[in-house]
């Protein structure tokens, strides 16, 4: 096992807690259906996103090739401004978008709440949330945010796609995945600029010291307590190992699940695929070795897969 078991449990309940999280906040946003009195008719109401991220009835869904092209000139932009070192680019790119996706999630669940004006509460918090998150940044305030910036984004991602494109979607992410990680090598570079240049990363993070190095850093508080710590001591620096999930492997299983469930109008597909992706990071995260590089989606998708076709034989 890579890391720990506390370290991987950890990681684990993040995960959970983040589809569990954005299922609340890609339904909150998915239509309802009433029934009309008078005519019996079922008449569905669409949800709406706020900030005028709600795409118009009358426009067609964005075609597959389309979002492909869309994910291709993202990726493209990433790799442009990580060339150039554009460092503050970046760091403003993530605060705008790290701020939607906080406002989204932070407006699904003021929605229900008896508060008025709650499209302008959450971006209030939004903007505080992200200013320290990119640029005072902390392991516990990075990680809170983490648990509510993918299904925001994911929010936004539902509503333009359907069971087969994410299906498709799926499959190709975890071949880039596998040949971005295990040839190319442009994951673990991507991850390494994030931390050391920008002083971000898009995923969860969980430092640990090896117990050799928890006694060096107890023995120095026991020495210098209520005493004043040299400065060539404050600034000793120590090696600390990070468990990291990325990004992507959280939010495409939330992608996923809210498609089928808005598709059937279900929760049980949607929970089917989260089982899934849980049984495939479970297995990565358990034959992972130390100190080695692993593409978590092809791991993930084919959990999703295996439990999708239990989902179709036994309960559809």
């Known amino acids: 096992m890579k890391h720990r078991l506390s370290i991987t449990l950890l990681l684990l309940t993040m995960f959970l807690v983040t589809q569990g999280i954005g299922l609340f906040v890609v339904n909150a946003y998915s239509p309802t259906s009433e029934i009309n009195q008078t005519t019996g008719e079922v008449i569905l109401t669409s949800g709406d996103l706020p900030f005028g991220l709600q795409t118009p009835e009358d426009e067609p869904t964005p075609s597959f090739s389309s979002i492909i092209l869309a994910f291709v000139l993202a990726f493209a932009l990433i790799f442009l401004l990580m060339k150039y070192k554009w460092k503050m680019i970046i760091r403003l790119w993530f605060f705008f978008v790290i701020t939607l996706a906080l406002a989204i999630s932070l407006n699904a669940f003021l929605k229900y709440s008896i508060l008025t004006n709650v499209s302008m509460i959450a971006i209030a918090i939004a903007v505080p949330l992200s200013f320290l998150k990119i640029f005072k940044p902390n392991v516990y305030l990075h990680n809170t945010t983490e648990l509510l910036i993918y299904p925001g984004i994911a929010a936004v991602f539902v509503p333009i796609l359907t069971p087969f494109s994410i299906i498709a979607l799926l499959i190709l992410i975890s071949i880039y995945d596998a040949w971005a990680v295990w040839k190319s090598g442009i994951m673990q570079k991507m991850a390494k600029f994030q931390m050391e240049e920008v002083k971000i990363f898009g995923g969860f993070l969980v430092p640990s010291a090896s117990d050799k190095v928890k006694k060096q850093i107890k023995k120095i508080r026991t ?89 179709k034989i036994f309960f559809n």
Do not use: C, H
């Open 223 to 311: 020495k210098y307590k209520n005493k004043k710590i040299p400065k060539s001591i404050k600034n000793k620096k120590f090696k600390v190992s990070l468990a990291i999930l990325g990004g992507g492997d959280v939010i495409f299983p939330i992608i996923t699940a809210g498609v089928f469930m808005r598709a059937y109008f279900s929760i049980v597909p949607a929970l089917f695929i989260i089982a899934g992706a849980f049984l495939g990071l479970l297995a990565i995260f358990l034959s992972s070795k130390k100190e080695k590089a692993y593409p978590a989606m092809p791991y993930i998708t084919t959990g999703i897969f295996f439990m999708l076709l239990i989902w």
